[in-house]
């Protein structure tokens, strides 16, 4: 009979548990994903289009340990993992706002849409990758309308802030809600449960201070007119604003949709404390809502802008799909990617991860006839002037293997036809050979440890489990500068007194619009009306 060595047995259990698990991963988009603790993680998202129903799965993929595996490889690489809620709601939840922190370990997720009156009562909740954990913080509550469950809102983490959220949709909402001057019916949908419009100011979510998490910024000039939904957002650390591209927006009591251009970007200036806009050079994407944007480049002076789709056709022209913009310049640069296998270039809904700096991870998504796709694309962005598409994904902090290097196992230790059927056995029963090995590995150690005495090992194992029991025993961490305890209170009280949707319109700002027959109307952030200080009108 063969002996199993300590290292065959691991490579049994991985393969098995891998197999096991990797298969059932479904197809998704929505989904809020990010790299942290050296794997990208994505939590939720939607597998169907019939009905949209996000689940509350958590799914990793080791690129680390998966390093010069091919895109086509990868895909099948993904895994479910367990997570300790702590006590935190995390319910299914379409559309919510998520964002990486600096720590490279915690995302934070806010809002979200709950159909059928169902609202969340975790609403903003942090997961970190090193414990496994979720946390929960205080929800988003405004005076004298109690707690707004807002969705699909541009949010970007700035510097001693926290992360910025502004506009969006909101659903559960508070119908006795008004603004002075204000139709507020005008902007709701009953029948669906939605609200167009979310928050009505910069606002903050801010983790460090988990007993009172939310402010609004003070003193905001020339608040805009309009307040976008679906939109993308980014920090510029050097010129310290804050930029939004894409989205849409309406102005009731019109139906109409009008789309926000790539021609210029609404901005805030945290120095200022004041809104504009930014004109760009070039041309850049056309209208668009479910893209993504990402600061790429070692000094984070260029964007990505990836995907999305149109709601004329619900898919993007030719070529379309990618773009980059450089944030000294502002000049536009149309990106086009050739991959040997055609992969799907287009998409929609899906996630941008930047990995080392220099590579962006799309995952998920939508396809071009509107179905969940697993395919993902792996982008060098070491050039952001000239994106290209890489087959496989190299970590550089993975050393490189010689091919000629034997195994750390020896070839009497290969696996048998036993375990390779093994490996094929669906997850329950892997569970029970994955329980009889490490019970065989014990009783063994046990056996030898009493034939040659209790203060020596036996030498054939080579392994000190008491070292292994101590390793890999997670640890309490605390990201720098933040904390994961949960707030006492449930939510967090902000006096709408503070709300900026207050001044006199500047009347030669004016929005212009021309005729289009579709219904689906332009604007250059240009011709937006913006607003000077307070008296609560946002038409």
């Known amino acids: ?12 259990l991985l393969t098995i548990s891998g197999y096991a698990v990797a298969q059932n991963v479904q197809a998704r988009y929505d989904a809020s994903c990010g790299y942290l603790a050296n794997k990208i993680h994505c939590f939720g998202g939607a597998t169907s289009i019939e009905v949209k129903k996000s689940d509350t799965s958590m799914i990793t993929l080791d690129i680390l340990n998966l ?38 370990e915690t995302m934070i997720i806010s809002g979200g ?81 939605i ?19 939310w402010s609004v910024y003070p003193s905001q000039k020339n608040t805009p007119t309009y307040l976008g939904r679906y939109q993308t957002s980014v920090f510029d650390a050097k010129s310290n604003r804050i930029f939004y591209f894409g989205g849409k927006y309406q102005d009731p009591p019109s139906l109409i949709v009008i789309y926000y251009t790539f021609k210029n970007s609404v901005t805030f200036d945290m120095t200022k404390g004041e809104w504009g806009s930014q004109d760009f050079n070039g041309v850049g994407p056309t209208t668009r809502t479910g893209h993504s944007t990402t600061l790429i ?46 992969p799907i270039l287009i998409r929609t809904q899906h996630s941008a991860v930047p990995v080392n700096n220099d590579t962006v991870f799309i995952v998920f998504g939508k396809d071009p006839i509107n179905v969940p796709t697993l395919s993902l694309l792996i982008l060098n962005v070491s050039d952001t002037s000239r994106i290209t598409l890489l087959n496989s994904f190299v970590d550089p902090n993975v050393p490189a293997v010689d091919p000629t290097t034997k195994l750390p196992y020896s070839e009497n230790h290969t696996l048998s036809k036993e375990a ?5 056995v669906g997850s329950a029963l892997g569970g029970i050979i994955i329980s009889f090995l490490i019970f065989f590995l014990i009783k063994k150690r046990k056996i030898k440890r ?13 392994v000190d489990w008491d070292k292994i029991e101590t390793k890999y025993v997670p640890a309490p961490t605390k990201p720098f500068g933040y904390t994961t305890e949960a707030s006492e209170n449930n939510s967090t009280m902000i006096d709408r007194s503070t709300m900026l949707f207050q001044g006199t319109a500047q009347t030669n700002n004016k929005l212009q619009r021309p005729n289009v027959f579709d219904g689906d109307w332009l604007t250059d952030t240009s011709d937006i009306r913006l607003l000077q200080k307070p008296d609560g009108r946002i038409t």
């Not at 390779?420 to 094929?424: A, E, F, N």
């Open 195 to 213: 609200r167009n419009f979310g928050y009505l100011s910069l606002t903050f979510l801010d983790i460090r201070n988990p007993s009172n998490p």
């Open 1 to 12: 009979m063969k002996k199993f060595s300590f290292e065959t047995v691991t490579l049994v």
């Open 67 to 104: 390093s010069q595996s091919t895109a086509d490889e990868l895909k099948t690489k993904w895994t479910y993992v367990t997570t300790d809620t702590r006590g935190a709601d995390v319910r299914p939840r379409d559309g919510p706002q998520s964002v990486l922190l600096p720590d490279g």
């Open 450 to 462: 009493d034939a040659v005495g209790q203060n020596e090992e036996p030498s054939d194992m080579e």
């Open 297 to 342: 480049g070692p000094d984070k002076r260029d964007i990505l802008v990836y995907g999305g789709h149109s709601e004329a056709n619900n898919f993007l022209p030719n070529l379309d799909y990618c773009f980059t913009l450089n944030l000294d310049s502002y000049q536009w640069t149309q990106q086009s990617l050739q991959g040997p296998d055609n």
């Open 113 to 193: 849409f709950t159909p059928g009156n169902n609202k969340l009562n975790s609403q903003a909740i942090s997961f970190n990758a090193k414990s496994m954990s979720w946390a929960e913080y205080g929800n988003y509550n405004e005076v004298p309308y109690g707690v707004r469950q807002i969705y699909h809102a541009p949010s970007t983490y700035v510097p001693d802030h926290g992360i910025a959220f502004y506009g969006g949709l909101e659903t559960n909402y508070n119908k006795s809600f008004s603004i002075p001057g204000v139709n507020v019916t005008a902007y709701q949908d009953d029948k669906s449960d």
């Open 420 to 424: 390779i059927i093994g490996v094929g």
